[in-house]
Nanobody
Framework: QVQLVESGGGLVQAGDSLRLSCAAS????????MGWFRQPPGKEREFVAA????????VYTDSVKGRFTISRDNAKNTVYLQMNSLKTEDTAVYYC???????????????WGQGTQVTVSS
């Protein structure tokens, strides 16, 4: 029923910026937490950032704090991840997720997008 579609991924050089978008279908996200996860090649999926749709409260993993910014657009039902000062270690498939509980673990999210590839070259 609920669909999440990521966009904005691509190939960039270290130090560049990129903005990811997550478009959510439906109008039932007011009580949800929206999160971004990523999976580097050969590694497990890891938490990146999250935002409460209702309150706007945000949380970030330490490795991206100060470089990445998560935001929301209520009118468009869209969540963004602005990524600045990209590093090669940011290379991964990035996934958008929505859940009632949210948090730092994937188990807190019920709906997932298909993912978008972000590749940072040196």
């Amino acid at each position: 029923q609920v669909q999440l579609v990521e966009s904005g991924g691509g190939l960039v050089q270290a130090g560049d910026s990129l903005r990811l978008s997550c478009a959510a279908s439906g109008r039932t996200f007011s009580s949800y937490v929206m999160g971004w996860f990523r999976q580097p090649p050969g590694k497990e999926r890891e938490f990146v950032a999250a935002i409460s749709w209702s309150s706007g409260r945000t949380v970030y993993t330490d490795s991206v704090k100060g470089r990445f910014t998560i935001s929301r657009d209520n009118a468009k039902n869209t969540v963004y991840l602005q990524m600045n000062s990209l590093k090669t270690e940011d290379t991964a498939v990035y996934y958008c997720a929505a859940g009632y509980l949210g948090g730092l673990r994937a188990s807190g999210y019920e709906y997932w997008g298909q993912g978008t590839q972000v590749t940072v070259s040196s």
